[in-house]
């Protein structure tokens, strides 16, 4: 992955002693001309210098990923 990455927020994974969920943007990801997506890293462990699992969300998908999600909260 290449890009200019920007954080945007960082909390703690429930159930994990020090897991975290990290969201940033990437720009340009892919490449020149790529277009720039919302990504979700999940971490383990603290001190992961890379997730280990991460998401890339375009920009015109976010909105029906919240949808999708808060249906699933519902349900858990």
Do not use: C, R
Not at 38 to 65: C, F, M, R, T, Y
């Amino acid at each position: 992955m290449s890009g200019t990455v920007t954080n945007v927020d960082e909390m703690t994974l429930s159930g994990t002693k020090d897991g975290k969920i990290t969201i940033t943007t990437v720009a340009q990801p892919y490449g020149p001309k790529s277009e720039s997506v919302a990504s979700i890293g999940i971490s383990l462990q603290a001190g992961s210098e890379e997730p280990d699992w991460k998401v890339h969300i375009p920009k015109a998908n976010i909105d029906a990923v919240i949808e999708a999600l808060t249906e699933a909260k519902k349900s858990l």
